[in-house]
C-alpha cells in the first residue's frame, strides 16, 4: 500500500518558471511533512517542511501547499533554475517528525536554460 | 555537507554473504534512522533508534539487523544477501523529538 502519492513522476520546466509537484496521502495520523531534494550520488537534503496547522509556508523561492481535508500537499518552485534540477521527495511521518518518514516516489525535475 | 557519515561509500559482495553498515550522526543527535532506497521500492524506513534503544521498525526484513552503540553510532548488518538486497542505503540523524531528520550520503550495495 502506497501511503503517499506523488506526480508527476518527471518534470520539464523552462527557467524562470514556476515548478509544482503534487503529493497526497492517506494515513490520517501523519502530522509533518518535508520535502527532500536529491541530486546524483547524495544523500536526500531537507528543503522545507509544513505542519499540518497552516496551510502554506515559504522559505525563499520554494513554497509547500497543504490542504488537511483533501490529505494533499505540494511544493512550488519559484523561477525555477537550472541548479533546481534534482529529484524531489515528499515524505510524511507521524509523531510529529520523529517517527520513521514515509516516502513518495520521487519527481525528477529538469530546468531548462 | 550534512554531517552525517556513512562508511563504506561502494559495497561489493556475494549472494549469502553478511556485511556491515556504518553510520556516524551529526554531533549531538540522539536518534539514528535507516533506509533502503531501491528502483522497485523507492525510499523505504528500515529501523530507528533513539539514545543506543531500538525505537521503531518499518519494512525491515529478518534478515537485516541494527544497533546503536554508546557514542551513538550505528550499525546496519545484512545477513543472507540476496540479488534484490542491491540498494543505497541511507543513515538519518536527527536531535530527536520533532527536530528534522538530516541524511547521509548513503552505502551503495552491490550483490553479485
Known amino acids: 500500500q502506497q501511503q503517499v502519492k506523488q506526480s508527476p513522476q518527471s518534470l520539464i520546466v523552462q527557467k524562470g518558471g514556476i515548478s509544482i509537484i503534487n503529493c497526497a496521502y492517506e494515513?490520517?495520523?501523519?502530522?509533518?511533512f518535508p520535502w527532500y531534494q536529491q541530486f546524483p550520488g547524495k544523500g536526500p537534503a531537507l528543503l522545507i517542511a509544513i505542519r499540518p496547522d497552516v496551510s502554506e509556508k515559504k522559505e525563499g523561492r520554494f513554497t509547500i501547499s497543504f490542504n488537511k481535508s483533501a490529505k494533499q500537499f505540494s511544493l512550488h518552485i519559484m523561477d525555477s533554475q537550472p541548479g533546481d534540477s534534482a529529484t524531489y521527495f515528499c515524505a510524511a511521518s507521524s509523531g510529529g517528525g520523529a517517527d520513521g518518514l514515509t516516502f513518495g516516489k520521487g519527481t525528477h525535475l529538469i530546468i531548462q536554460p | 555537507d550534512s554531517g552525517v557519515t556513512q562508511t563504506p561509500k561502494h559495497l561489493i559482495t556475494a549472494t549469502g554473504q553478511r556485511v556491515t553498515l556504518r553510520c556516524s550522526p551529526r554531533s549531538g543527535d540522539l536518534s539514528v534512522y535507516w533506509y533502503q532506497q531501491s528502483l522497485d521500492q523507492g525510499l523505504q524506513f528500515l529501523i530507528q533508534y533513539y539514545n543506543g534503544e531500538e525505537r521503531a521498525k518499518g519494512n525491515i526484513l529478518e534478515r537485516f539487523s541494527a544497533q546503536q552503540f554508546p557514542d551513538l553510532h550505528s550499525e546496519l548488518n545484512l545477513s543472507s544477501l540476496e540479488l534484490g538486497d542491491s540498494a543505497l542505503y541511507f543513515c538519518?540523524?536527527?536531535?530527536?523529538?520533532?527536530?528534522?531528520?538530516?541524511f547521509g550520503d548513503g552505502t551503495r550495495l552491490s550483490i553479485l
Open positions: 494515513n490520517t495520523a501523519f502530522d509533518y
Open positions: 538519518a540523524s536527527s536531535v530527536g523529538g520533532t527536530q528534522p531528520q538530516h
